[in-house]
């Protein structure tokens, strides 16, 4: 993990509220589920955001984020040759190299697009991946998983494509030999309950208001079985059985 000052490729706008921002890139491999803090002002706003990586290739490191607050509207207005500020990468990633077999990957919202880098390196180590998407309503980058997926599975909550629904209706865990999740704290209680019953391993990565990212300032620790642990440190992925929901 280090600074780095890199150099936006291009911010583009897919949705009203979700934008994908590319930067140069040139360190070492990213793990799946890893993240960056980013920072592309001076004085305005003090703190970092961070954001999970959503694809890693050609000398680019790809995020693709929702605009909520302040600094994801200041990111929002990046163009092509702007200097954008990193730390990372952070966390600790899914354990993709223990993972074997049939893996599903179950994301809700702007938890889906960690899951996409994690679908490649599955599929690239041998592993049959298939995706679970939820939305709200409008879908974004379902495209980008249908390389390294073997079956897709779409449900939205208010829109016109895909089950209608929610996606852990359409999740058998029972079919894989591990299930691995990010997104809304209430979708992924679910799917570790679902995997809790029929006995199968599960790794949710938590999203955690965080303000250093290096484990420092103790704001995103959580309980957790084995006592506190910080969830941009000794996370953002967990066992989904140490959790304490």
Not at 31 to 45: C, N, T, V
Not at 60 to 84: E, H, N, P, Q
Not at 107 to 122: D, F, M, Q, S
Request: a negative charge; one cysteine or more; aromatic letters at 10%.
């Amino acid at each position: 993990m280090r600074y780095l000052e890199s150099k936006v490729v291009e911010n583009r706008q897919i949705l009203d509220d979700i934008f994908v921002l590319c930067v140069t890139y040139t360190e070492d491999d990213v793990r799946p589920g890893q993240f960056y803090m980013l920072k592309s002002w001076d004085k305005e706003l003090t703190l970092m955001r961070p954001i999970s990586v959503f694809q890693v290739e050609d000398g680019c490191l790809w995020f693709m984020y929702r605009t909520v607050g302040a600094g994801t509207r200041r990111m929002s207005d990046l163009k092509s040759g702007d200097r954008i500020r990193l730390l990372g990468p952070c966390g600790n990633g899914y354990p993709y190299e223990e993972l074997k077999g049939r893996v599903a990957l179950v994301g809700g919202g702007v938890g889906i697009p960690p899951l996409c880098h994690t679908a490649k390196i599955l599929q690239q180590n041998g592993v049959s991946v298939d995706a679970y998407l939820g939305f709200r309503d409008d879908l974004f980058a379902v495209g980008d998983f249908e390389t390294w997926c073997t079956d897709m599975f779409i449900s939205t909550e208010r829109g016109e494509e895909g089950y209608k629904g929610f996606i852990t209706d359409l999740l058998k865990p029972e079919l894989y030999d591990a299930v691995l999740t990010c997104g809304p704290e209430v979708m992924m209680r679910k799917v570790a309950a679902m995997c809790d019953e029929v006995g199968v391993t599960c790794y949710c990565s938590l999203e955690h208001r965080m303000a250093c990212g290096i484990g420092a300032c103790l704001g995103c620790s959580i309980h957790t079985k084995s006592g506190m642990k910080r969830v941009c440190k000794d996370g953002p992925v967990f066992r989904s059985t140490e959790l304490m929901w």
